[in-house]
């Protein structure tokens, strides 16, 4: 065990010290005034009454022209009042428009098809996506459409939860910070490993050309990770660390939403790691183990268990910390340690569950 220890931490220090070492790589932002095509924001909604207003509004006022903008709302079987809600803006802006979804689809899973749908009717060459409970900046569709139609990419933004003053809120806050944080070292290394749907931009025709969903049709997750890590196979991928472009979203109400939301985003490490890209299997497998034998070790008293956790800890705050201040997201200390704390039980927990739970979409 103390040899297996010896290793596993060298291998997990590694695998942060490259992660912190990608951050500083991610290219600067650069604001440059280019003539773009129309661009098509694309939302997913299930019955999003509440929180879809607000985004709405926040669309309306972009920076882009109106001319190059569409806004399509792909109302998913929603049972409360978010079609009328989308009506209700449609008169007031008619470059918003609702398509209605009212049965489930035969072969694809639910969100998936609600995207598929809006896509496949747009007009726009460049796509921009973002969920009906997120805020965006009024700089953000012309941010992140820039940044696709200056290198022509596919263009991953990033999101931060908004933690409120409730503990549970900033842990999921600090624990998201530390998602993006991981995927955008990993982009300055070079490794286009994810991206989140609630702030991802690319051409449609990229989009066609890696055949749409159908290749993972079935997956009721990860759209977003198929997206990137198959559109990057054609052309570039960039992290766009520009402020202009931050998404806020909003935390999960309950520890049992939370948990299926983890559970649900591992899930696709069977799909987008195991069977697909071998680098991120890795990515993912030493940080499980790693996690999964502190406790064993702790429980056996192995030697080097304090220095290990020590230096992890150490590496975890610097990349945390760093990551913090490159995304202008808070990190309360004292709620970071909790989070350290308990990352041994949580993440071999939710890895497992990813891979024998059952998980939905607001089904």
């Known amino acids: 065990m103390g040899g297996f220890l010896v290793f596993g931490t060298g291998f997990y220090l590694v695998f942060v010290i490259i992660i912190i070492i990608g951050l500083f790589r991610l290219p600067s932002p650069e604001h440059s005034e280019i003539d773009l095509p129309k661009v098509s924001i694309i939302i997913a909604a299930r ?58 689809s035969n072969h ?22 973002t969920d009906a409970d997120c805020r965006v900046p009024k700089t953000w569709i012309l941010n992140m459409a820039t940044s696709v139609q200056n290198s022509d990419t596919i263009t991953v933004g990033y999101s931060k939860v908004s933690g409120q003053n409730y503990f549970f809120h900033q842990y999921q806050t600090i624990d998201f910070l530390a998602l993006m944080t991981t995927n955008a ?30 290749p993972v049709k079935d997956q009721i997750s990860g759209d977003d990770l198929y997206l990137v890590q ?6 570039p991928a960039v ?36 069977e697909t890209n071998v680098v ?5 497998l030493i940080p499980f183990l790693f996690h999964f034998f502190i406790p064993i070790a702790i429980f056996l008293q192995v030697r080097g268990i304090i220095l290990a956790i020590l230096l992890k800890f150490i590496l975890d705050g610097l990349a945390i910390f760093l990551g913090g201040k490159l995304f202008r997201t808070a990190v309360n200390p004292f709620v970071f ?15 497992i569950a990813g891979l024998i739970g059952k998980y939905s979409w607001k089904t």
């Open 108 to 129: 694809m899973a639910p969100k998936k098809h609600a995207l598929a749908q809006a896509i496949n009717a747009s007009q726009g060459e460049i796509i921009v996506s």
């Open 280 to 284: 991120f299997f890795f990515s993912l």
């Open 185 to 214: 070292g990993a982009f300055g290394m070079g490794f286009n490993w994810g991206g989140s749907g609630q702030n991802l931009a690319y051409r449609k025709k990229d989009f066609e050309t890696i055949g749409g969903f159908e």
């Open 47 to 104: 019955n999003e009454e509440k929180n879809l207003p607000r985004l709405l509004d926040d669309l309306v006022q972009q920076t882009i022209p109106i001319e190059k903008l569409e806004i399509i709302i792909a109302n998913d079987r929603s049972t409360d009042n978010t079609e009328n809600i989308v009506k209700d803006f449609i008169s007031k802006y008619p470059f918003i428009r609702l398509i209605n979804i009212s049965d489930l």
């Open 230 to 235: 198959n559109i990057s196979k054609l052309k």
């Open 337 to 351: 340690m909790f989070w350290f704390c308990i990352q041994p039980l949580y993440i071999p927990f939710i890895g």
């Open 239 to 274: 992290f766009n660390v520009d402020p202009e472009s931050f998404v806020t979203t909003l935390p999960m109400k309950s520890l049992i939403d939370f948990i299926n939301q983890r559970i649900r985003w591992s899930s696709n490490s069977k799909t987008f790691a195991l």
